[in-house]
């Protein structure tokens, strides 16, 4: 069986240490604090700082994994191509690892290199160059760090006055040592998609149903599958999606985001690893949750098909305060909801905002999507987090 090292061990990396204990393989989490939600689950663990490349090759050479599979996007992922050549699978490879964890390289790749839409961008490394290209995209615009994730240091700009605030916040909200920001012009888009996205080593490339979800403070609040949009829109989306994931190669899942417009579909993210909005998955609306095909990709497992069997939609469970010990109030009430489930992820402290778990309500492919979603929200608003 395979030796898996994990570089960020959040509730992604937990939902993926259950899928890889389940048929066997080992993990060894590693992640820059103790009692991570994927150390709890895994067979080993590491505390270090993952930006720290020296540090980073001694917990290699120390475990010397089969796989590496990346999970957050502090890390110095350029050592992943030295990895490579020991003859370490990086996941899904590390020009993908590389390229995705800046959003530079990745928007560069999409629209540049292989012409896909994306919307009107400029980069800036100072509150200067943001003002320029500000004033070449237009506003409103959306400013965000080159390196981040789950909404840290994304905001909206809606006047001129906003300009300083929003490059503070992104500095602020980035990871690693990169200070780059990326300022997008506006789309005008119906609706947000992710497509998860499943490579195979020498075997065709697989489409989940889109899954529709929406943001506050530039993370996922709820998500839900499959999203109505239309078949036209969804094959490009598709085609998009493949064009992207064969330039960077590898096998794994990736979330790819996409704005549905009147004019089309543009590209906006790309994840080489499970999704937040994938957590829908684990409402049992497909044969394989993301997390599962994942692991099934990077091990080379054939996956003959993906299915839909119901619809589903996943709600955040938030904290509102700082705390060291956080404690749940409402697993009694949420739990005797039909059709709903949960997981609290078991993170060691909260503050604001935290996501600290999800609830998870799934019906019939019939029954209309807002409902099932209205009762995530429900259901994910019957428990607290306390300090």
Not at 36 to 50: L, S, W
Not at 68 to 88: H, L, M, W
Not at 338 to 362: E, H, N, Q
């Given at each position: 069986?395979?030796?898996?090292?994990?570089?960020?061990?959040?509730?992604?990396?937990?939902?993926?240490?259950?899928?890889?204990?389940?048929?066997?393989?080992?993990?060894i989490?590693?992640?820059?604090?103790a009692n991570?939600?994927?150390?709890q689950?895994?067979h080993?663990?590491?505390?270090?700082?993952?930006?720290d490349?020296?540090t980073?090759d001694?917990?290699?050479?120390?475990?010397?994994?089969d796989?590496?599979?990346?999970?957050?996007?502090?890390?110095?992922?350029?050592?992943?191509y030295?990895?490579?050549?020991?003859?370490i699978?990086?996941?899904?490879s590390?020009?993908?690892?590389?390229?995705?964890?800046n959003?530079?390289?990745?928007?560069?790749?999409a629209?540049?290199?292989?012409?896909?839409?994306?919307?009107?961008?400029?980069?800036?490394?100072?509150?200067e160059?943001l003002?320029?290209?500000?004033?070449?995209?237009?506003?409103?615009c959306?400013?965000?760090?080159?390196?981040?994730s789950?909404?840290?240091?994304?905001?909206?700009i809606?006047?001129?006055?906003?300009?300083?605030?929003?490059?503070?916040?992104a500095v602020?909200?980035?990871?690693?040592?990169?200070?780059e920001v990326?300022?997008?012009?506006?789309v005008?888009?119906?609706?947000?998609?992710?497509?998860l996205?499943?490579?195979?080593?020498?075997?065709?490339?697989?489409?989940?149903?889109?899954?529709?979800h929406?943001?506050?403070?530039g993370?996922?609040?709820?998500?839900?599958?499959p999203?109505?949009?239309?078949?036209?829109?969804?094959?490009?989306?598709?085609?998009?999606?493949?064009?992207?994931?064969?330039?960077?190669?590898g096998?794994?899942?990736?979330?790819?985001?996409?704005?549905?417009?009147?004019?089309?579909?543009?590209?906006?993210?790309?994840s080489?690893?499970p999704?937040d909005?994938?957590?829908?998955?684990?409402?049992?609306?497909?044969?394989?949750?993301?997390?599962?095909?994942h692991?099934?990709?990077i091990?080379?497992?054939?996956?003959?098909?993906?299915?839909?069997?119901k619809?589903?939609?996943?709600a955040?469970?938030?904290?509102?305060?700082n705390?060291t010990?956080?404690t749940?109030?409402?697993?009694?009430?949420i739990a005797?909801?039909?059709?709903?489930?949960?997981?609290?992820?078991?993170?060691?402290?909260s503050?604001p905002?935290?996501?600290m778990?999800?609830?998870?309500?799934?019906?019939?492919?019939e029954?209309p999507?807002?409902?099932?979603?209205?009762?995530a929200?429900?259901?994910?608003?019957?428990v607290t987090v306390?300090?």
């Amino acid at each position: 069986m395979a030796k898996i090292l994990l570089l960020g061990s959040g509730e992604l990396g937990k939902e993926f240490v259950i899928a890889a204990q389940r048929i066997g393989q080992t993990v060894i989490a590693v992640d820059s604090y103790a009692n991570a939600p994927a150390m709890q689950v895994a067979h080993d663990f590491e505390v270090i700082n993952m930006l720290d490349g020296e540090t980073l090759d001694k917990i290699v050479a120390k475990h010397q994994p089969d796989f590496i599979v990346p999970e957050i996007e502090a890390i110095r992922t350029e050592r992943f191509y030295d990895y490579e050549k020991q003859g370490i699978t990086v996941v899904p490879s590390a020009k993908a690892a590389n390229f995705t964890m800046n959003r530079k390289a990745i928007r560069d790749l999409a629209s540049k290199e292989l012409g896909l839409k994306t919307a009107e961008y400029r980069y800036a490394t100072t509150a200067e160059e943001l003002r320029k290209g500000v004033l070449e995209v237009g506003i409103p615009c959306v400013v965000k760090p080159l390196m981040s994730s789950s909404g840290k240091g994304q905001s909206t700009i809606k006047t001129e006055a906003d300009i300083d605030k929003a490059w503070e916040y992104a500095v602020a909200g980035s990871r690693g040592d990169v200070v780059e920001v990326i300022v997008e012009a506006f789309v005008k888009f119906n609706s947000e998609i992710t497509l998860l996205t499943v490579t195979q080593n020498n075997r065709r490339t697989l489409f989940c149903a889109p899954i529709g979800h929406r943001q506050e403070r530039g993370d996922y609040q709820e998500s839900w599958q499959p999203a109505r949009i239309s078949d036209k829109d969804l094959y490009e989306a598709q085609d998009m999606a493949e064009k992207v994931t064969e330039a960077l190669g590898g096998a794994g899942l990736f979330g790819v985001e996409f704005f549905i417009a009147d004019d089309g579909v543009y590209f906006s993210e790309l994840s080489p690893r499970p999704h937040d909005t994938g957590m829908v998955t684990l409402a049992g609306t497909q044969n394989f949750n993301e997390f599962e095909l994942h692991l099934r990709a990077i091990l080379s497992l054939p996956i003959f098909e993906i299915t839909l069997e119901k619809a589903g939609a996943s709600a955040v469970i938030l904290a509102s305060d700082n705390s060291t010990n956080p404690t749940y109030n409402g697993i009694e009430q949420i739990a005797a909801l039909p059709k709903t489930d949960f997981r609290i992820f078991g993170k060691p402290s909260s503050r604001p905002y935290r996501r600290m778990g999800v609830a998870l309500t799934s019906d019939s492919l019939e029954t209309p999507i807002e409902e099932i979603v209205k009762s995530a929200v429900k259901a994910a608003s019957l428990v607290t987090v306390n300090p």
